[in-house]
């Protein structure tokens, strides 16, 4: 089988590092395309800067990397500093990047590439969705030339930055009603999912044992703050899309209706799923619930043996 060629939406944030890192370290299942970063857990910048870091680290520099929009569609920026730190990859010691970002913004990156591209693309989304949805605005025929959206965001049990909202939904829920309605197949890894995903002691002594650098800056990710989120190690949410893609068996579950809130301050960017068919609505996502936490340890530990 050829690479699957995906993009890769981020703000990184420390578990969108453990997704990247990830993805390059699979060459022969995934052509990564590039990356385009978002504000989220920290402004642009600062995204900007830690994915050139991390693909410095991955030894993958050929890889573009494009600013995309530094706040939401309406909405003020919403960032996550009290998880990440003040620059995003707290607890790693990684240096600031050599390598700059390539040229032109994210939005026009994501379009040019998706209408370029010789097959459909899978388009990975690891923040919030302010980016794909404006490029679905903007050219409303990259709609076509997406294969699959593998979305980490929303929650159906309660959320994380809100009572009632998961953070990449929450900072931009206009830009998730885009993308939830662009008709195109889209996999949903919300919270229920990545909760189960812990980085517990066991899984990171052996995540430390491993030796390479790339394993290193992980287990400084896994360590930082591990009592935080319910004091049993960091969840690492966003490396779930990446884990889905390589061991799909690892995750189950249904083809739901989901909607999101957006006008409710109370509960905006709540996600519901339908499970029940009350709304007559168009089962437009599979919603992953169900997760082999232990398969997803062995799957990450592999592929950092594989990098620097
Ligand atoms: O709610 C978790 C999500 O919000 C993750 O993508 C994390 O990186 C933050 O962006
Ligand atoms: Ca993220």
Redesign the pocket.
Known sequence: MPPRPILIDT?P????AVAILMACAAPEALDVLGLATVG??VPIELTTANALRILELAGRTELPVHAGCPRPILRPLTT?PEI?GESGLAGTDLPAPRIAARPGHGVPWIIETLMTALEPVTVCT??PLTNLALALVMEPRIAGRIAEIIA??GSFSGG??MPAA???IYVDPEAAAIVLGCGRPITLIP?DC?WQVRALPERLARIARIGTRSAEVVSQIMSYRADSEGGVGRPL??ACVIARLLRPDLFDGPQVPVQVETSSELTRGATLMDRRGRTGLPANCRVLLEVDADGFFELLGGLLARLP
Not at 13 to 16: H, L
């Open positions: 703000d944030g420390q578990d969108d989220g857990n996550a990440h690891l923040g980490m965001g994380n930055v998961e953070f990449n919270l990545t949410h966003d």
